[in-house]
């Protein structure tokens, strides 16, 4: 069959998907897809509770995955995943698309393992989102259905912390979430926190759905890398200061300020998998490393859930 694609309905982005890939068929139903020989990879992009069911009968039909994230919602899920992987063999990575998409961070990426800012010890990093609420599902204002802002935005921020740190885990320590203007949709999350620590490094991340409509992109996002002997900060989308384009990166160190256009640079992970699909190895993101930034993810949730209800059962008794 070949390259395909199956969607149960209609959804909001199949238009943009057909019009970009034309020659991409639609198959007649899933199964068709989980038991074609010839496709190798399954890319999933469903509503999240579905992500783990999906996930494990494409691996145990002997396909490799590939999802948007968060990848699953809870540690059981999580739990279910990891046993699959080990006993089938099948690669099962998240499109961390704020580092995997992002030019400037690629380059980001060289200049700290080149040891040009020294030792990291800290990031800090802002994902702001625009809420466009007409296009939403409805899946997509309940936290238990699309993981919570942690589980969700927050997987970007600690795969950058958790990379950038050269760190193979971290500790949470703090977590927070709120919902302050969307009072009509009470189960949804538009602001969070995290911050995290491993060895000597520091994180700190903030997550909401407040981008202005007056922005020209849907978030202003960045990242702030802070080492011994230097420092860099990403602008990803757009620089405010009136740069054109996406991907500035600024680095300082005792010797320089620079501006540098990342914008050219290549991507890297998208032919690392098909490399690692063909070839069975491990260079795209590391395996562990996939299955421990989505658990810290649900951790730093689930923490911050809890941290919620105490806060609004304490609100009650005060008033």
Same mark, same amino acid.
């Given at each position: 069959?070949?390259?395909?694609?199956?969607t149960?309905?209609?959804? +909001?982005?199949?238009?943009?998907?057909?019009?970009?890939?034309?020659?991409?068929?639609?198959?007649?139903?899933?199964d068709?897809?989980?038991?074609?020989?010839? =496709?190798a990879?399954?890319? &999933?992009?469903a509503?999240?509770?579905?992500?783990? @069911?999906?996930?494990?009968q494409?691996?145990?039909?002997?396909?490799?995955?590939?999802?948007?994230?968060?990848?699953?919602?809870? *540690?059981?899920?999580?739990t @279910?995943?990891?046993?699959?992987?080990?006993?089938?063999?099948? =690669? /099962?990575?998240?499109?961390?698309s704020?580092?995997?998409?992002?030019?400037? %961070?690629?380059?980001?990426?060289r200049?700290?393992?080149e !040891?040009q800012?020294?030792?990291?010890?800290?990031?800090?990093?802002?994902?702001?989102?625009?809420?466009?609420?007409?296009?939403?599902?409805? /899946?997509?204002?309940?936290?238990?259905?699309? !993981?919570?802002?942690?589980? $969700?935005?927050?997987?970007? +921020?600690?795969?950058?912390?958790?990379?950038?740190?050269?760190?193979?885990?971290?500790?949470?320590?703090?977590?927070?979430?709120?919902?302050?203007s969307n009072?009509?949709?009470?189960?949804?999350?538009?602001?969070?926190?995290?911050? *995290?620590?491993?060895?000597?490094?520091?994180?700190?991340?903030?997550?909401?759905?407040y981008?202005?409509? %007056? *922005?020209?992109?849907?978030?202003?996002?960045?990242?702030?890398?802070?080492g011994?002997?230097?420092?860099?900060e990403?602008?990803?989308y757009?620089?405010?200061?009136?740069?054109? !384009?996406?991907?500035?990166?600024?680095?300082?160190?005792?010797?320089?300020?620079?501006? =540098?256009?990342c914008?050219?640079?290549?991507?890297?992970?998208?032919?690392?998998?098909?490399?690692? =699909?063909?070839?069975?190895?491990?260079?795209?993101?590391?395996?562990?490393?996939? *299955?421990?930034?989505?658990?810290? %993810? &649900?951790?730093?949730?689930?923490?911050?859930d809890?941290?919620a209800?105490r806060?609004?059962?304490?609100?009650?008794?005060? $008033?």
């Amino acid at each position: 069959m070949g390259a395909c694609y199956w969607t149960e309905k209609s959804s +909001q982005p199949l238009a943009g998907f057909t019009k970009r890939f034309p020659d991409v068929t639609r198959a007649a139903n899933i199964d068709e897809i989980f038991e074609d020989p010839e =496709i190798a990879l399954l890319l &999933i992009a469903a509503p999240p509770e579905h992500l783990t @069911s999906l996930a494990m009968q494409a691996m145990l039909h002997g396909k490799d995955v590939m999802l948007d994230k968060l990848g699953c919602l809870t *540690l059981d899920e999580l739990t @279910s995943i990891s046993t699959t992987i080990k006993n089938t063999g099948r =690669i /099962w990575s998240v499109n961390f698309s704020e580092r995997f998409e992002v030019p400037c %961070a690629i380059v980001a990426s060289r200049i700290v393992a080149e !040891g040009q800012i020294g030792e990291v010890i800290s990031t800090t990093s802002l994902g702001p989102h625009r809420l466009n609420p007409t296009t939403r599902p409805d /899946w997509f204002w309940d936290a238990k259905r699309y !993981g919570g802002i942690l589980g $969700d935005i927050g997987m970007h +921020q600690i795969d950058q912390f958790l990379h950038f740190s050269n760190a193979s885990n971290a500790e949470i320590t703090h977590s927070t979430v709120g919902n302050f203007s969307n009072k009509d949709r009470p189960a949804f999350q538009d602001f969070g926190e995290i911050n *995290l620590r491993a060895g000597n490094a520091h994180g700190y991340a903030r997550m909401d759905w407040y981008t202005q409509d %007056a *922005l020209s992109t849907w978030g202003d996002g960045r990242l702030f890398v802070l080492g011994t002997e230097g420092s860099i900060e990403l602008r990803k989308y757009l620089d405010i200061e009136g740069r054109a !384009g996406t991907d500035h990166l600024f680095l300082m160190t005792n010797s320089k300020v620079q501006h =540098i256009d990342c914008s050219h640079t290549p991507l890297e992970y998208f032919s690392k998998l098909s490399n690692d =699909i063909r070839d069975r190895t491990d260079t795209a993101c590391n395996q562990q490393h996939t *299955l421990k930034v989505t658990e810290l %993810a &649900i951790r730093a949730q689930i923490n911050a859930d809890a941290q919620a209800q105490r806060h609004n059962k304490l609100s009650v008794k005060t $008033d």
